[in-house]
Structures are given as C-alpha cells and as structure tokens.
C-alpha cells in the first residue's frame, strides 16, 4: 500500500506562482513513474505532468507546458509541480498519482492508469 499526500496548494493571484508537493510513504517510490492531475468543479479528472521514475522523461499537457515544471526528488520520496503564471484556469484541485508498473520508459495520460492518488489539495487564481 502506498500512501501519497499533497501539499502547497493555496490562493494566489493570476501570474503569481505555486509549489506543489507529493510526499509518498514507500521507499520504493523511486522505482515508479508519476503523475500530476487536476480536477475543476464539474469536469473531468485532467492530465497535467507526467515524470518517470528516474526523472530522465517528463510529459505536459499542452496547457500547462512552458509553465508548469515536473520533478522529483528519490531521496526524499517527494515530487513536485513548479507552477509558474497561473491563470484562473488553472484553478482546480490537485491531485498526484502513482503508477505501480516498475522502471517504466512510457509516460501515460489517463487518470485510470494510475493506481495510488493523494488526497489532493486546492489551487485557486484569482483573476
């Protein structure tokens, strides 16, 4: 069983910017890829990032890339998601999830390839 928690999340003005945190509670993090998604009050879970587990590959939705920033730390059974120039679109919850697919090269979009989610936290931009 693995356990993710997310943190960072708060209210901040357009342009402004954000860190999310993803801390998991298995060592063995570090062997599997992750993800960050978001969900907005009556749409679908979305894809935002993806990172393999070894950092070397990431992945952006279109909508987010040149300003958001995937990364992660093994050491420390942490990831990240650097948000940069948040619009009020971007308000939504978020979440982290974990894929159980060990040393995978593919990076995947759907929230249904995930296994372990976080409880999410809120990001909210006002205009």
């Known amino acids: 069983q693995v356990q993710l928690v997310e943190s960072g999340g708060g209210l901040v003005q357009a342009g402004g910017s954000l860190r999310l945190s993803c801390a998991a509670s298995?060592?063995?993090?570090?062997?599997?890829?992750l993800a960050w998604f978001r969900q907005a009050p009556g749409k679908e879970r979305e894809f935002v990032a993806a990172?393999?587990?070894?950092?070397?590959?990431?992945s952006y939705a279109d909508s987010v890339k040149s300003r958001f920033a995937i990364s992660r730390d093994n050491a420390k059974n942490t990831m990240y998601l650097q948000m940069n120039d948040l619009k009020p679109e971007d308000t939504a919850v978020y979440y982290c999830?974990?894929?159980?697919?060990?040393?995978?090269?593919?990076?995947?979009?759907?929230?249904?390839?995930?296994?372990?989610w976080g409880q999410g936290t809120q990001v909210t931009v006002s205009s």
């Open positions: 990172i393999t587990w070894s950092g070397g590959s990431t």
């Open positions: 298995k060592r063995t993090f570090s062997n599997y890829n």
């Open positions: 999830g974990l894929r159980l697919n060990y040393r995978e090269a593919t990076l995947y979009r759907s929230w249904n390839e995930y296994l372990y």
